[in-house]
């Protein structure tokens, strides 16, 4: 377009070549309102908006661009700028002696009349050769309404650093300073619409939308923007599509198709009024509604687009918009305001003519009425009369207000104090437009409304919106309600506030609609993303057990600490239960029963061979020997109580040792009676004197030799690595076994090996003595009970290595009291059998074979 615009400029200077002087590109015909002043504010403002379509060729002129269709809306905005000016050239407080004017031109939404109308502005509309040499006829220019059109007006005047403030134009694209630098606006970048838009989305708990934009600066610089925030803010798109007015109806039809198959019940609209008015009638006409629509400024508030039919496809919808304002004055000025027939100042003439049906031209033909100018608005309601939406208007008041200021600046300069060049100042006769452009980058003021204008380093203003819902009151007329706030000056997380009370959602919901590809992820279980999908689409998968979540759509679970286990839920973890043998249990009480009778019938067998020791079955079973296998089997009953209880340091450490040696001392005293049945036998063999060389003080000798040796392995192992308590956590997942690691397994096993060793040497020597003549062999009881003893230890070897936890405590517990119950029983209970049922038989005659005994 831009190059069109070249083409027929060229044309244009070819046709007047028979003019010798030089003449600006520009005309009168798009000069709407003019007033002198010592500085001159320009204003580009698109006064209808469909442009004549022509079809330019090189070697005909096709003359100028045509338009119709008159925006009230756009005119407002030239009333509004004028009446600033006004309010600040009457005003004693800003520019008390300096007086402001104004060139205002109209545009279509036509790059080539926006470019002419921008190169107007520079140059002015004089026929004089010397016109292409002066300065630029205005010190700043208000305009245009669009991105597209300011984009190419900015680009005209930013070499020349002529400063332009729109207000209206969002594209981000402009905040670029390399290729616009002289530009500012009132109005936030649509940067920052499109990051607060997706701050929305997530604010209602939207993750899975459809967006649609307008094909163009403005509607994909802002997507662009918004699918990028919406990204990070974890919210995902099902579709983008774009749309242009221009576009046939097919193309229409197929964005259609798309919303109609979609899964999301959200879409994002960032697009012109215009362009979307065409794709709502077509949802419309193919009964597509329901949908909760999220709009930009650029159509949220479009009146135009408000119709009871759009309505039906658009109920409930939220976006944002400038907030509006108050401007005292304003409507007065509109309505006391005339129009005139004088050159460059006709803005008014196609208002009147259309409000009051008539013409202002008193020579036209076929005139049904013809106007004077002086009738009144003051009783019409039109758009252009009706300020009650003066959002975008206030901007027009800020912009004109910031130049102002910038004026006054300069004007306040002090000399030798200046910004400029050796510090100079603005001659105040001849003020320049990149003055004005300095100055502009300082202000900061605050306007009646209590608003704070000032412009960052891109020229931007701070982003803050309304919140606006789509709502019909109870005359059937579609209202555009202020249900919330947006600011980004607000905390993080804070920066919209709503009032939910009020609102409208779309599909007649009274609560927030739903839009999400999964539904959330409950505390207790994790995100489970589907491949080939998009991350907002998942399954929702339980925490393994240790691993919990307490937060919902929980991207993975937590692993609970070492000492802890997750809930039921998987929603936090709590304390594994702690498992050691107590006496509280119904095991741990069976065993200490089992202990205290094996002591209890150890010490009673005591007293029964006390009572009896001076008859001949006690003496003759050497009762030396046997009172301390009993104190050392009672020893052993005892040592088992030991290991049920909560392992401590003392008590892992005693349980073992105490184990060891009460063993050894047992199984060393059976050892001595076996060794003692061996000599005794020898020693009736003639000429024999063995019994004299073990007698009772090497017996007792050989007990406390072969016990030392177990004291010393147990005092070794308590030296270099003792059993310890720990916590075993590898076993169970829910549970912790608190046990005794043995410290050093080579001391464990030497200890059980020793005991073993002293237990098979009994039992072999026990076993070649089984079958010496004597109606009373010991013998062959020592051997039952080392048969016993040894087939306990052996079992107890991999049944204590395989079970788990308290178990393998009650193995060998079960192990000492087995082994220690078959010593007792058959050592023993045959000899008290005797003493107490068959006293006869207690004699030295059945003892030395002289009589018969049957039970022997």
Known sequence: MLLLATILMIINFTASAEQPECRAYGSDELLHFSKEGDVSIGGIFSFHQNPVGVNPTLLINPGNIGCYGLDLGELQYAMTMMFAIEQINNSTDLLPSFTLGYRIYGSCPSIPLSVRASLSLMNGQMEAEESCLNSSTVQAVIGDTTSTSTIDIARNMGPFKIPVLSHSATCACLSNRQQYPSFFRTIPSDYYQSRALAKLVKYFGWTWVGAVRSRGDYGNNGMATFLEAAEKEGICVEYSVAIYRTDSREKFLEVVDIIKKSTSKVIVAFADGNDLDILIKELYNQNVTGFQWVGSEGWITYKYLATPMNYAVVRGAVGFAVPNAHIPGLREFIVSSRPSLRPGNKGLVELWESVFDCTLNPNANNASKICNGEESLVNTYTGFTDVSDASLLNN????????????????????????????????????????????????????????????????????????????????????????????????????????????????????????????????????????????????????????????????????????????????????????????????????????????????????????????????????????????????????????????????????????????????????????????????????????????????????????????????????????????????????????????????????????????????ILAFLARKLPNNFNEAKFITFSMLIFCAVWITFIPAYVSSPGKISVAVEIFAILASSYGMLFCIFIPKCYIILLKPDMNSKKLLMGKASSRIL
């Open 396 to 763: 027009v008041y800020k912009a004109v207000y910031a130049i102002a200021h910038a004026i006054e600046g300069i004007l306040a300069c002090e000399k030798g104090r200046g910004p400029f060049l050796n510090k100079t100042c603005a001659e105040k006769g001849k003020i320049q437009p990149w003055q004005v452009l300095h100055y502009l980058t300082q202000v900061n003021f605050t306007t009646k409304n209590g608003e704070n204008v000032y412009f960052d380093e891109h020229g931007d203003p701070a982003a803050r919106y309304a919140l606006v819902n789509w709502q019909m009151n109870y005359e059937g007329i579609i209202i555009f309600e202020a249900t919330g706030l947006y600011d980004a000056s607000w905390p993080e997380g804070q920066q919209i506030k709503m009032k939910y009370n009020n609102a409208v959602w779309a599909g007649n919901e009274k609560n927030v609609p739903r839009s999400v590809c999964s539904e959330n992820c409950l505390p207790g279980t994790r995100r489970a993303y589907v491949k080939g999908k998009p991350i907002c689409c998942f399954d929702c998968i339980p925490c393994a057990d240790g691993e919990f979540s307490n937060t919902t759509n929980a991207v993975t679970c937590v692993p609970c600490p070492l000492e802890y286990k997750s809930n039921g839920n998987r929603t936090q973890c709590e304390l594994k239960n702690i498992e050691f043998l107590t006496f509280k249990e119904v095991m741990g009480n069976i065993l200490v029963t089992c202990s205290l009778c094996g002591g209890c019938l150890t010490i009673t067998t005591s007293f029964i061979f006390f009572y009896h020791r001076h008859t001949p079955i006690v003496k003759a079973n050497n009762s030396e020997l046997s009172f301390l296998l009993l104190f050392s089997l009672t020893l052993c009953f005892l040592c088992s109580l030991t290991f049920i209880c909560r392992p401590t340091e003392w008590s892992c450490m005693l349980r073992h040792t105490a184990f060891g040696i009460t063993f050894v001392l047992c199984i060393s005293c059976v050892l001595g009676k076996t060794i003692v049945v061996l000599m005794a036998f020898k020693a009736t063999l003639p000429g024999s004197n063995i019994m004299k060389r073990f007698g009772p003080a090497q017996q007792r000798l050989g007990v406390l030799a072969f016990t030392l040796i177990q004291v010393l392995i147990c005092v070794l192992w308590l030296t270099i690595s003792p059993p310890f308590p720990y916590k075993n956590m590898n076993h169970y997942k829910d549970k912790i076994i608190l046990e005794c690691d043995s410290g050093s397994a080579i001391g464990f096993w030497a200890v059980l090996g020793y005991i073993g060793l002293l237990a098979i040497l009994c039992f």
